[in-house]
């Protein structure tokens, strides 16, 4: 299919068939010009792959490198490939991809005087084909050999900002048929329309903002050293108060604190590491010493941040502990007043159960038989506080002070589930009314539309909303219980809101071809012979031709022999009603279409043509 617009951007990615299992990484400096964390690569490939470098930078002095992981663990491809390149330190005409293998996503980044038009090309071309068909030795291969072609200056270039379809001139078709093709042309506006929308636009690449800006390399370097010092003592003393938290107020006192305190200690030893790496005999730029930086002070940041929370949970702890006799009367107290709610809501669940089927009530029907086991456990757990309390066990008594406070906000929850459906099964009650009249409302229009010739997605939704509304009535009448007016509301809703999508995109579309209609005479020139169509082109500028074969004087094929003469890359699109055009036909290779045709076989004929 000819090229409509110019190739947009180049650190992009593309869905292919990946589906190797292999671990998420973060992105980090590339060692090697050939990394497999995802341990797709055999032995043999690596070297296949490297020699193929090596040869490329010998030649050419651009180095490329291939980094193959599991997962981009949630970051954007682009920051994910440029953060790579950047730890890396790509030079101006170097190249990296990246792939995710079990993301199915990879991203290129380059240096700035490499040609992105080009290597757009290259990666849209053969590597994005052979990473689709697994062979990922190819695809680096591929790769490789793309960027060797672009440094030598050989190969395609870039498309051009004046390529056909890139411009901004108006579109003028030239139709020659006998029978009308206005709708026809209508929907080559439209999709012509589409495909420009949908077109990405460039992607440049993304250069991470320095969130240390005007703080010397030389001051960066000192706050990390001492921060990392820091962390360090506060992980040793954060270790000292969880084992004291744990022995005083109990295990169940300190949920999360010991997970918190293991993710602060994988932070230290992975700052730690950059630390390693930056004082090791490898030098590396600066830079690169300032990602590294960054990325150390970020990891003791928050490693401090999660052991300062760690540090106020446990001073609570502490603070619960003094309060522990009030404490004990408070909750005392809630027991009691939840205690006395059980038979009211037991009562008020009667009464729904009473009046709506089963289904409407089944979420809440044993909360009050919940509630009351929780509120049990709770009081038999507040007086063993109560003895610890008395006995000086006060951290003891603090850890189950914080169970029963679970149970007793279980409880109120449960119980107060079941007034929420009281008021909510009322409420649907009343809204249902409305609803089936928005939905009769646009029920209507939508039969109207589609009356009149509307796409033909309409009607599944009109089934939709004709069985939603079918199914409220049953839901709100049925034979062996009670009303369900939740699950009636519901389904009228959801078929509501899918019918008004769809006659929005209807509105739309009639909008569009109102407007196209009226733009018609300037968007389509019709010829009524061979000769008035060869006149119309000589001082009109158009982009595709439609004509019949079967015409007086001279025939289709005859006329575009013609035109082949002088717009050689004119696409011509010929209709005939011939399984096999006559002897006398030039032998042309033109596009046909067959007589005869629906709206959507034109649609496609052009759309492969242009």
Known sequence: MRRLSIVAGLVT?????????????????????????????????????????????????????????????????????????????????????????????????????????????????????LLGQGDYAGASIALADGVAEIESGSGSGASSPSSSGAGGVATLVVVLLIFALAAGAWLVVRNRRRRQLATPPPVQRLERADPHAGTSTEQLNYRASAALLELDEKVRTAQVNL???????????????????????????RAFTLRQELDDEIPEDEPTQRVMLTELLQRTDAAAARLQAQEQAIDELREQERTAPQMLGELSGRIDALRVRLPEEERRLADLQNRYA???????????????????????????????????????????????????????????????????????????????????EDLAEARSLLSSGSPRDLQPQIARAEAALTGAETAMGPSDGGPDPLAALRRLEEA????????????????????????????????????????????????????????????????????????????????????????TAPALPLHRLAKPFSQDELLDAIEQLC
């Open 243 to 269: 084992d004291y938290a744990r022995t005083h107020f109990g295990e169940e006192a300190v949920p999360g604190l010991a997970a918190a305190l293991e993710q602060s200690r994988a932070d230290l030893t």
């Open 13 to 129: 990615t593309a869905v292919v068939a990946l589906a190797v299992p292999a671990a998420a990484e973060p992105p980090a400096r590339a060692t090697d010009q050939v990394t497999d964390e995802a341990e797709v690569l055999d032995a043999a490939d690596e070297e296949e792959i490297q020699q193929t470098l090596d040869q490329v930078e010998a030649d050419t002095g651009a180095a490329v490198y291939v980094v193959y992981v599991g997962s981009f663990d949630g970051t954007d491809r682009r920051e994910w490939a440029n953060s790579t390149a950047e730890l890396t330190g790509l030079d101006s005409n170097d190249v990296l991809m990246a792939v995710a293998v079990d993301d199915r996503r990879y991203g290129v980044s380059y240096g700035d005087e490499v040609d992105a038009g080009r290597l757009q090309d290259v990666v849209d071309g053969d590597v994005q084909a």
């Open 358 to 440: 089963a289904a409407a009530v089944a979420p809440v029907v044993e909360n009050v038989g919940e509630a009351g086991v929780r509120l049990a456990a709770a009081a038999q757990e507040l007086d063993l506080a109560r003895q610890d309390q008395a006995s000086g066990q006060t951290g003891r008594a603090v850890g189950r002070l914080r169970g029963v406070q679970n149970a007793v906000g279980q409880s109120a929850t449960l119980l107060d589930a079941i007034g929420r459906l009281a008021a909510d099964l009322t409420a649907a009650e009343q809204r249902i009314p409305a609803a089936r009249a928005d939905i009769d």
């Open 496 to 583: 509501d809101l899918a019918l008004e999508q769809a006659l929005r995109t209807a509105r739309d579309q009639q909008t569009r071809a109102r407007r196209a209609q009226e733009a018609l005479g300037q968007a389509m020139l019709t010829a009524r012979s061979a000769g008035e169509a060869l006149d119309l082109l000589q001082v009109n500028q158009v982009d595709i031709l439609i004509t019949d074969h079967a015409m007086p004087l001279m025939s289709g094929a005859q006329l575009a022999a013609v035109v082949r003469e002088t717009r050689p890359q004119l696409p011509i699109l010929l209709v005939s009603g011939y399984a096999e055009l006559p002897s």
